[in-house]
């Protein structure tokens, strides 16, 4: 069943994001996921929750999803991407 990772960004330095997307979007399609939503006008209907940029991967399963985020492959993407950005993410299933 598919799972998705949601992510609430914040770039600080876009340039040197840039650098971790160019690296990461090969190793997310390596993954079998894919972008669904990249958002930086995200309509708020309702709460305080406002997101810069919103971010939502499908990936096959929350395992799937979980073998990509600690991935030794990933883990100095995830350095670059501190450096450069404030994320918030989380994974979800549906039922």
Not at 41 to 64: M, Q, Y
Request: hydrophobic share 45%; proline share 6%.
């Amino acid at each position: 069943m598919s799972a998705y990772v949601v992510i609430d960004l914040d770039i600080e330095n876009p340039a040197g994001f840039q650098k971790y997307v160019d690296a990461v979007t090969p190793l997310i399609e390596k993954a079998g996921a894919r972008n669904l939503v990249v958002d930086d006008e995200c309509l708020v209907l309702e709460g305080d929750w406002r997101p810069n940029t919103l971010v939502i991967h499908e990936f096959d399963s929350k395992e799937a999803a979980l073998a990509f985020w600690d991935s030794p492959d990933y883990e100095p993407l995830k350095a670059l991407r501190r450096r450069h950005s404030t994320v918030s993410v989380v994974a979800a299933q549906p039922r």
